[in-house]
């Protein structure tokens, strides 16, 4: 669908349609619905609004509340989500480095990532980067792994993730956190948070984050005697957020959410270094004096709803807005120059929810349609060419249905239809089930369809001689995972494995011209790439002891085409096996706790590139690290707590991207006070 004027008048037929129905205006999804201080409690899973027992759930689902984030003492989001079955982390560099989240094998862009309800990946980049992602001092996050484009649209082919900022009626109180350490650390936040009245509740929230860093080249200089990097790569952040919710009358809710954050941090280019893969000299990072970038992000969401006839129907309306701007200073000889681009993407929802049954079956019915638009260009690049604005419009209709019986039955299924102005249109499903028996076991299955439309700089380019392919087709991912639960005890212990496959279809990589060194373009690749593992979690709530336990097996071949020819191996920065385990000791007669976190990443690939033209890529092997963080927190007063923690506590040499050094051991501290 080529123009904006026939989906304006698609959106409004359906808007007619659903009204007829009984209108649900509603965004994705609403934290405040569900009761977040349950920690088996999920929002992400459907559109309807209500939180589902993640019992009931036959896509795996895992939720990390507010005091797993306390209890492993979290400033970077990024971080306790390599607690995740299928999640992998890559930072390059320091903190502030951009940061990509893989799951199941799917790329970084093949995640959706929501932050209060809004979608905030960048529109220019394609994706979220983590690395500017601060924790707030109360807040939860519920990662749905697997296809769910048929409820989100495009970037969910590896899943959902879903960071949820708590509300003044969940968390309230002032919370204040101060804290020092290793690389000229301090950050902190602020939190002010309650219910004004009985239709009333507010938070607002601040946190800033700066470090002085470490260097992350391998090498100091490319000419003269090498000599380890020298250059302390460091990073400033900060962010803003508030969320008030508004309730007039017992039906009627209105939700606001903004947030901005601010990133500063130094970068290093790449270039000549005596590293060599299949005796042939590639790049390596090098210390690059002078060389940064600055991320500004601003989301708000604006969400009203209305339920009538006893809870029967809901009637919701949603609007939000997501804008990422990005400028990076290069005045090195290695790289390109400064650049500059921005995104910003316009979204509104409508839903419409309808609850029937009886005590023993209750039913859900959602259908909902989104209407977005992105807009995205340059503000500055090296060759002041490429300055055109683009925009890219999407419409998107679902339909949800939902079956409980028993609570102990689920049955689950959704259609979507994206109609697109750059491609074709398309549809995604998603069908799941769950059965829990009397016995405490639960056996679950899902299978469904994604999608990732191209990036801007995938369709429009953004320097020479890199050129933009606006015939690209959407990647598409088709998969099916089931798996089986089984709880002890009255829920005292879980363990459970889940089995997983996919297979992509359409991905979208580089295709270099032989005529002109660097000369490229973005293809679609023929043929079918593959992922498939297990997931295995354990958890344990046995008084003072809190234990959770990860483990994921992951084959994704792809194939490569290298210097040396053609090869299937697994895709770069993903490990084959990958864990962690968290024990938590918290005794209510004492006054301190202690948290210990093993993390164990397996070798990975990754790609190099040589220094010279043809300048050709090779395969890489890094080898696998454990990392082991401790953390301890001692109540001085009734509502002050002095805490400390060390990360890498064997001070682990290793690598998350080749040639990017990781820290060693560091060491933290400091104090937070509730009121």
């Not at 009931?56 to 509340?65: A, N, P, R």
């Not at 470090?211 to 302390?232: F, I, K, M, N």
């Not at 028993?406 to 398309?426: A, Q």
Request: with cysteine; hydrophobic share 35%.
């Amino acid at each position: 669908m080529k123009n904006i004027g026939f989906h304006a008048t698609r959106l409004g037929l359906a808007t007619c349609l659903i009204g007829g129905f009984t209108p649900v205006l509603a965004q994705t999804v609403d934290p405040e619905a569900a009761d977040l201080r349950r920690d088996d409690i999920v929002v992400t899973a459907s559109r309807s609004g209500n939180g589902i027992d993640r019992n009931l759930i036959g896509s795996s689902v895992t939720i990390v509340d507010a005091r797993d984030l306390a209890d492993r003492e979290t400033r970077i989001v990024s971080d306790v989500l390599r607690d995740i079955p299928g999640v992998s982390v890559s930072r390059i560099g320091a903190v502030g480095g951009q940061t990509q989240i893989r799951i199941r094998g799917a790329e970084g862009n093949h995640v959706l990532v929501l932050v209060d309800g809004i979608k905030v990946s960048d529109p220019y980049q394609g994706e979220f980067d983590f690395g500017t992602l601060i924790a707030d001092d109360a807040a939860r996050i519920e990662v749905l792994r697997g296809q769910q484009s048929a409820l989100y649209g495009s970037d969910a082919i590896g899943g959902v993730i879903n960071y949820i900022s708590l509300s003044g009626r969940d968390a309230p109180g002032v919370r204040l956190r101060a804290e020092g350490g290793s690389f000229g650390t301090y950050n902190g936040t602020a939190r002010a948070a309650g219910v004004a009245s009985d239709t009333f509740d507010y938070a607002l929230s601040g946190s800033f984050y700066h470090t002085d860093g470490y260097p992350t080249a391998v090498y100091h200089s490319d000419v003269g005697p090498l000599q380890p990097g020298e250059r302390d790569i460091g990073s400033e952040s900060y962010s803003l957020s508030g969320k008030v919710n508004w309730t007039p009358a017992d039906n009627v809710r209105v939700t606001g959410v903004m947030r901005y954050g601010h990133t500063t941090a130094d970068t290093n280019d790449s270039a000549n270094g005596p590293i060599e893969v299949d005796g042939y000299p590639v790049g390596s990072t090098i210390d690059t004096p002078g060389v940064y970038y600055k991320s500004r992000m601003l989301a708000g969401l604006l969400r009203a709803e209305l339920t009538s006839f006893d809870g029967v129907m809901t009637t919701a309306a949603s609007i939000q807005l997501s804008g990422t701007r990005r400028d990076g200073i290069d005045p090195s000889p290695y790289g390109y120059g400064d650049y500059g681009n921005n995104g910003t993407r316009y979204r509104g929802s409508l839903e419409n929810t309808v609850r029937f049954g009886n005590e023993r079956v209750k039913n859900v019915f959602t259908l909902a349609i989104d209407a977005e638009r992105e807009e995205y260009r340059n503000t500055k690049d090296p060759y002041t060419i490429l300055f055109e604005k683009h925009r890219f419009d999407t419409m998107g209709v679902v339909a949800q249905y939902n079956m409980v019986v028993d609570e102990r039955l689920s049955l689950n299924g959704s259609v979507r239809v994206d109609m697109n102005d750059k491609f074709n249109d398309d549809i995604t499903w998603h069908f799941d089930g769950s059965y829990l028996a009397a016995t405490g076991t639960r056996v679950h299955a899902a299978a469904g369809k994604g999608v990732k439309n191209p990036t801007a700089t995938e369709l429009f380019g953004y320097y020479p001689p890199f050129v933009g392919n606006p015939t690209l087709r959407p990647e598409q991912s088709e998969g099916w995972e089931a798996g089986l639960d089984q709880s002890f005890a009255d829920g005292i212990a879980t363990i459970g494995a889940t089995y997983f496959k996919s297979r992509l279809t359409d991905w979208i990589t580089t295709c270099y011209a032989s005529t002109a060194p660097y000369a490229s373009t973005p293809c679609n690749r023929a043929g079918v790439t593959r992922q498939q593992g297990v997931e295995v979690f354990g958890q344990v709530r046995l008084g003072a002891v809190r234990l959770d336990a990860a483990y994921t097996y992951l084959d994704a071949a792809q194939t490569q085409s290298v210097f040396t020819g053609t090869v299937d191996a697994q895709s770069v920065r993903r490990p084959k096996h990958s864990g962690s385990v968290n024990v938590t000791y918290a005794p209510e007669t004492l006054p301190f706790s202690t948290t210990l976190t093993v993390r164990h990443n397996g070798a990975m690939n990754d790609l190099a590139f040589g220094n010279a033209p043809p300048y050709p890529s090779f395969l890489v092997h890094m080898p696998a690290f454990t990392l082991v963080n401790l953390a301890a927190r001692y109540k001085l007063l009734e509502n002050v707590d002095i805490y400390a923690r060390a990360e890498n506590l064997f001070d682990e040499t290793y690598q998350e991207v080749f040639t990017f050094m990781a820290p060693g051991r560091t060491v933290y501290g400091g104090v937070r006070l509730r009121f």
